[in-house]
């Protein structure tokens, strides 16, 4: 069974400030997608960064970016520029290729990491 | 495009009751998927439709059903509520399962407190 860790339950970055938050995960398919999402307090589930796992270069989306290494089956999210709005709770998630009825969009989530931005 | 929307937003209820949430996905997405999130159990999938069948379910008891409809529209129901089921209810759509089509996008939640 696929499993997805997040290590880090609470962090804490200056305004302006780079932070990274930390995910592994365990799977044993080799093609699989993985997600950040965010939740701030009006707990709003917001797609923030996707990865394929056959894909080597890391995504990006603005002030947000990956670190993903298939081999250590780890998947960061760097924070650059750290905004107030960027304050929430971040989910790592996990999209296999297939489940018990086939292709699936089964997501599987981490416990999140409470982010702190301080002015 | 309009977002997930998922109806009531709040909703309060007693022991053995019964209630249904109702989640209209984005347009021209086919799948709808749920997911209980609570502060002890994180955020957990409950079942996964697609073009009204249901494709995939979590490890929820017989309580716990939904359907989707033939416009993609979505609900679930929860019968003979219990305490443990006050959770914040999620819904989110994605276009199908393709690369490409499969990530989802979520709505606000339906926060049901059972009393």
């Known amino acids: 069974a696929q499993t997805v860790t997040q290590s880090q339950p609470e962090m804490s970055v200056q305004e302006a400030e780079t932070v990274t938050l930390s995910c592994t995960y365990d799977?044993?398919?080799?093609?699989?997608?993985l997600f950040w999402y965010k939740q701030p307090p009006s707990r709003q589930m917001i797609l923030v960064i996707r990865q394929e796992a056959y894909k080597q270069q890391n995504a990006t989306e603005n002030r947000f970016s990956v670190n993903f290494q298939k081999a250590a089956k780890s998947f960061s999210l760097k924070i650059s520029d750290s905004q107030l709005g960027d304050t929430a709770m971040y989910f790592c998630a996990f999209r296999g290729d297939e489940g018990d009825g086939g292709a699936t969009n089964k997501l599987i989530f981490g416990t999140g990491t409470l982010l702190a931005v301080q002015p | 495009k309009a977002g997930v929307t998922q109806t009531p937003r709040y909703l309060i209820k007693t022991r053995g009751q019964q209630v249904t949430l109702s989640c209209s996905p984005i347009?021209?997405?086919?799948?709808v998927s749920w997911y209980q999130q609570t502060p002890g159990q994180g955020l957990q999938f409950l079942f996964e439709?697609?073009?009204?069948?249901?494709?995939n379910k979590g490890n929820f008891p017989g309580r716990f059903s939904g359907r989707q409809f033939s416009n993609s529209r979505s609900e679930m129901n929860v019968s003979t509520l219990e305490l443990g089921d006050s959770a914040l209810y999620l819904c989110?759509?994605?276009?199908?399962?393709?690369?490409?089509?499969?990530?989802?996008?979520f709505g606000p939640g339906t926060r049901l407190l059972v009393l």
């Open positions: 347009s021209g997405h086919r799948s």
């Open positions: 439709y697609f073009s009204e069948t249901q494709r």
């Open positions: 989110a759509s994605s276009l199908g399962f393709l690369a490409g089509s499969e990530t989802q996008y």
């Open positions: 799977t044993s398919e080799s093609n699989y997608y």
